[in-house]
């Protein structure tokens, strides 16, 4: 399964959700797949989106807040995985998009092949964690980490290789950060 077709779909299953991308290419692919007032994009933050989606379902309790990661932003802030299941935010969904390489730099390997981040987000607290390897068990994923209270982790495998065409988030990150609070104290 391609990358983008796992962001795609990761995204149109939560239309009402407030949505954070990890940098590069996922962030670029959120943007792509269509961007809307609720997406905050983190552009040159790597490591962080899932501290930040912890921070926004801290605040905003009564929304959903859906992280989109990818394997080299989770294991570059790895204690994040703690902090949410200590904080345990019955509001936060978390979604790492897992190719095994870091997709935005040239496919370097990362250490997932051996190293399963849905054990370790299980290890840390989180309340539910599947694993998508195809499309198929990818809405079936979904409907697990989206049926019920969070934090919730699943772990998607998809295809190292980046889509042609792919866009370039075309708001700044101050733009970016004021319309997500208009959005999130709406």
Partial sequence: MKRFDAVKRTIERA????VVCCNGMIGREGW????RPGHFYMIGSMGLASSVA???ALAQPAKRVLCVDGDGNVLMGLGAL???GAAAPKNLYHVCLDNEAHGSTGDQATITSKV????IAAACGYVRVARATDEASLE?????LLGGPGPAFLLVK?????VKGIGRVELTPRQLTDRAR????R
């Avoid at 079936?140 to 697990?144: A, D, H, P």
């Fill in 15 to 18: 239309p009402d959700s407030l």
């Fill in 32 to 35: 792509t797949a269509g961007d």
């Fill in 54 to 56: 912890l921070g926004l």
């Fill in 82 to 84: 703690a902090s949410v």
């Fill in 116 to 119: 399963e981040l849905d054990k």
């Fill in 140 to 144: 079936r994923g979904l409907e697990v």
């Fill in 158 to 162: 998809v295809e190292r290789g980046n």
């Fill in 182 to 185: 208009a959005e999130a104290t």
